[in-house]
């Protein structure tokens, strides 16, 4: 075991929640601690408050995700700008109750709350040799006002910049990277505790370089003195500052986004099939309509050709007396 030169304890913590403003990150620049691992499989004990009314069981799969979280950045950083070897780090997480680890590299606990901070990281600063030795780590469950209680995304948030720091990073100057993303290293959380739509933050590219930096021992031996604290690292040209998002999540977002537009193109479908079967339906019904009603066309009164009434016989017989005596009249005339 090595012995601090220096015995004085370094304490890094996040602060509660300020709403920064989302201004571009104009200043990309961080500070390190000047302490680095002296090897790349570092060893977490997770402490879980088992049994405490105040403490989720779920927080400890939250830390364990945020320590995968930083492996799945690197990937994505590594895979654009190089620095191959930072994939050398690896984690070996144990969970009290579960699995034990005599002399973990980092120890992490929960506490119920505090009123300065949500999360606290401590470590003797610095070593002879620059090398961290043992590094404790504190999260707190609740606000400083012990009324809302962190949420899963909230104590992943945390956990991730707490570990940050327990790889060898201080606090980033700027609040917001140049793609205007909660920077994840800077000094203060930057959503309400609690929040339900509250989203998970990424490491970002500045992030990962300074971690680059701190471990460029790892393509061979460790020098004999690790990186000493560099209070101002900037990115090189070529490398913009951003959020450095893990395939996994990228993946996700992206199914989000076509699940939304597939459900567009269904939407849209469906009102043009509604609006063609109205057409249809219109047209249809068109095609029934009776023919508008003409006016009766009047026509000249004709004389009337009923059949006068009936006569009797006798009246028949005086008919024939009569048609007799016309047709005789002539006669009679002749003769009279
Ligand atoms: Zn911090």
């Not at 567009?264 to 508008?292: D, E, G, N, W």
Request: hydrophobic share 40%; glycine share 4%; aromatic share 12%.
């Amino acid at each position: 075991m090595k012995t601090p030169a220096f015995p004085a304890f370094t304490v890094l913590l996040l602060s509660f929640s300020m709403l920064v403003p989302h201004a571009a990150g104009a200043t990309a620049s961080i500070p390190t601690e000047g302490e680095s691992w002296d090897h790349s499989t570092i060893t977490i004990q997770i402490m879980p408050a088992s049994g405490q009314y105040w403490f989720n069981p779920s927080f400890t799969t939250d830390v364990s995700k945020a320590v995968q979280r930083w492996t799945e950045s690197i990937i994505v950083f590594t895979d654009s700008y190089g620095f191959r070897y930072l994939r050398q780090l690896r984690y070996t997480i144990y969970v009290t109750g579960f699995n034990q680890t005599l002399n973990p590299d980092i120890s992490i606990s929960f506490v119920q709350s505090d009123p300065s901070f949500v999360g606290v990281t401590k470590f003797v600063y610095p070593t002879a040799d620059n090398y961290f030795q043992t590094v404790t780590t504190q999260l707190a469950t609740f606000d400083s006002s012990n009324t809302r209680q962190l949420t899963d995304v909230d104590m992943e948030n945390v956990a991730m910049h707490e570990f940050g720091h327990a790889l060898g990073l201080d606090h980033a100057v700027s609040p917001v990277t140049s793609d205007n993303f909660l920077e994840l290293m800077f000094k203060d959380y930057g959503q309400a505790i609690g929040g339900p739509n509250n989203f998970v933050q990424e490491p970002s590219t500045l992030d990962l370089y300074a971690l680059a930096t701190i471990y460029s021992w790892l393509p061979g031996n460790a020098p004999a003195t690790g990186l000493p604290r560099t209070l101002s690292l900037t990115l090189p040209p070529g490398i913009p500052y951003s959020v450095s998002v893990p395939y996994s999540a990228q993946i996700t977002s992206y199914k989000a986004t076509v699940d939304q537009l597939n459900l567009r193109v269904l939407v849209l479908a469906i009102l043009v099939i509604v609006l063609f079967a109205c057409a249809v339906a219109l047209a249809i019904r068109s095609s029934r309509r009776k023919p508008p009603t003409l006016p009766t066309p009047q026509y000249p009164t004709q004389p009337s050709i009923e059949p006068g009434p009936v006569n009797t016989l006798a009246e028949l017989h005086r008919s024939s007396d009569i048609r007799l005596c016309i047709s005789l009249s002539p006669m009679s005339a002749i003769a009279w």
